[in-house]
């Protein structure tokens, strides 16, 4: 739980002016460590969000004119990781799908040797 900013001021005036910080932790019911942290640093840190990398809209007109490209070479492309673009053709609904003539191609060859193999 983030404490406010004037708790934490409060918690370091009473120090300053000859408190203890242990006495200060019992007075405004914070534990010591925090106190510790805050005599270092008053202020919170602030978080900063990365810039994503990856541009959808790129991405889903390389999918388009590279419909076969694997994960890894868009990535080298795009400069992510796979991981990454994986992750946006999930958010975008878009599956691999195999091509339906080498799925025919597989199934006639297995029925080929399943026949040769018959009489065996």
């Given at each position: 739980?983030?404490?406010?900013?004037?708790?934490?001021?409060?918690?370091?005036?009473?120090?300053?002016?000859?408190?203890?910080?242990?006495?200060?932790?019992?007075?405004?019911?914070v534990g010591r460590a925090s106190i510790y942290?805050?005599?270092?640093?008053?202020?919170?840190?602030?978080?900063?969000?990365?810039?994503?990398?990856?541009?959808?809209?790129?991405?889903?007109?390389?999918?388009?004119?590279?419909?076969?490209?694997?994960?890894?070479?868009?990535?080298?492309?795009?400069?992510?990781?796979?991981?990454?673009?994986?992750?946006?053709?999930?958010?975008?609904?878009?599956t691999r799908k195999k091509n339906n003539l080498?799925?025919?191609?597989?199934?006639?060859?297995?029925?080929?040797?399943?026949i040769e193999n018959w009489g065996n």
């Amino acid at each position: 739980m983030a404490y406010s900013l004037d708790l934490r001021k409060k918690v370091i005036n009473y120090i300053e002016n000859g408190g203890s910080p242990s006495k200060a932790s019992k007075v405004f019911q914070v534990g010591r460590a925090s106190i510790y942290r805050w005599l270092e640093r008053v202020e919170p840190i602030e978080v900063k969000r990365r810039n994503r990398k990856l541009n959808w809209k790129a991405l889903e007109q390389d999918i388009q004119t590279n419909p076969e490209a694997r994960l890894i070479d868009r990535a080298k492309k795009f400069g992510v990781r796979p991981s990454a673009i994986s992750y946006a053709l999930k958010e975008m609904k878009i599956t691999r799908k195999k091509n339906n003539l080498d799925i025919a191609k597989e199934t006639d060859k297995k029925e080929l040797n399943i026949i040769e193999n018959w009489g065996n």
